[in-house]
């Protein structure tokens, strides 16, 4: 037996991933809407979801900002001009320790997306850095399989925050219901 007791499984693997997060707030409507905490937490649910394979400290940056900014960021990395709900960019090519990169969210978009559907803004914007922190950790949604695994990814990094399935099929209700 281990001097202190008996150690348990993956113990020295947990212990030896850290993830350091830093909340910047571009755009001043996101003072007071969430949180660094809950940001902080939907981050590191993700990075514990779905750990790097080296052991080590990683850091990333979640930017909060607005649609104008967003609609610049999207037409000139991605060739859309529009603004989008969360944008994720990668540090690099890290194969190890080190900085992951940033995740944007976009606070007008994020806020109408959770009225739409009816659910609490800070459970969507929790969701946005889990499937953003994903992406830098080298995952995605091109196809079916991928998209599936990423999807079950964010359910799991939900539940650990408590936070209902944003993929569950929703019932409709008997107006909803077309005979």
Known sequence: MAEGGPRRKGAARASSLKLEVDV??????????????????????????????????????????????????????????????????????????????????????????????GIAFADHASHLVIHGLLHLLGFDHINDDEAEWMESLERTALARLGIADPYAEQEATPAEVSL
């Open 24 to 117: 910047v707030r571009y755009a001043e409507v996101w003072r007071g809407a969430i949180g660094d905490a809950i940001v902080k937490r939907a981050a590191r649910a993700a990075f514990l979801t779905a750990p790097p394979p080296a052991q080590g400290s990683y850091e990333i940056t979640i930017l909060l900002t607005n649609d104008a900014e967003m609609r610049d960021l999207n037409r000139e990395w991605r060739g859309k001009d529009a603004p989008t709900n969360v944008l994720a960019f990668p540090a690099g090519d890290h194969t190890g320790p080190g900085p992951l990169g940033d995740v944007v969210l976009a606070y007008e978009t994020v806020s109408d997306e959770a009225r739409n559907v």
